[in-house]
């Protein structure tokens, strides 16, 4: 009897453990309420990444537009300073013989050119007086100097500021026109301008 019952509980053991170990393992799955976060999460940085990339093409072609308009405009205004200044260095004020006094014709010339300053901020000027070939070196430089001085102090009276102008005297060193004539004379007695441009 005890044989039999040890049988049976050897039986059954063995039942038992054939049991479990015939059974199939259940698949190992992740829940699904982590997975579906990291899939939008990826929906969501690829439909993020070309957003994001959209403002940068538009922001470098918004750049080089910029870049070009500045460009433009500054050939522009170069080109308008460029045209202002050959105006002031193309004219010449003359004087008569052996004076330094501003004649009508050098005054209108002159008020030209201090409208031109009082617009133009960024223009200094040098101005330059000669003279013609006769009298000696010492005088010709003295007169010359009298001359951008008479030139610099009707601007001043105009309103230009002094730190803007500066003078210079050449004598007869620099003759715009050679030859002894009168009409050569004539030309060389004057003050004419050298224009800077300040940034």
């Known amino acids: 009897m005890k044989n039999l019952l040890k049988i049976a509980v050897v039986a059954s053991v063995a039942g038992i453990v054939l049991s479990a170990c015939s059974s199939p393992k ?10 579906a976060p990291v899939a939008a999460e990826a929906q969501q940085q690829t439909a993020a990444a070309p957003a994001a990339e959209q403002p ?22 170069r080109a308008r300073l460029e045209a202002l200044i050959n105006q002031i260095m193309s004219e010449d004020v003359y004087f008569d013989f052996d004076r330094s006094e501003l004649t009508e014709k050098a005054k ?8 031109l300053l009082m617009k133009e901020t960024r223009f200094s000027i040098t101005i330059e007086g000669h003279t013609d070939a006769r009298g000696t070196e010492d005088y010709n430089f003295t007169l010359g ?6 030139v610099k102090e009707f601007l001043g009276a105009y309103g230009i500021d002094g730190k803007r102008m500066e003078s210079v005297s050449y004598g007869k060193e620099a003759p ?24």
């Open 145 to 150: 100097a009298k001359r951008a001085m008479k």
């Open 26 to 35: 259940p698949p190992k799955t992740q829940p699904t309420h982590k997975k």
């Open 56 to 77: 940068v093409v538009n922001a470098d072609s918004l750049a080089a537009e910029q870049a070009r308009q500045e460009a433009e405009r500054l050939e522009a205004e």
């Open 108 to 115: 209108e010339l002159l008020a030209q050119v201090a409208e």
């Open 176 to 199: 715009k026109a050679e030859g002894e004539s009168e009409e050569a004379y004539s030309q060389n007695r004057r003050a004419n301008f050298r224009v800077n441009v300040r940034d």
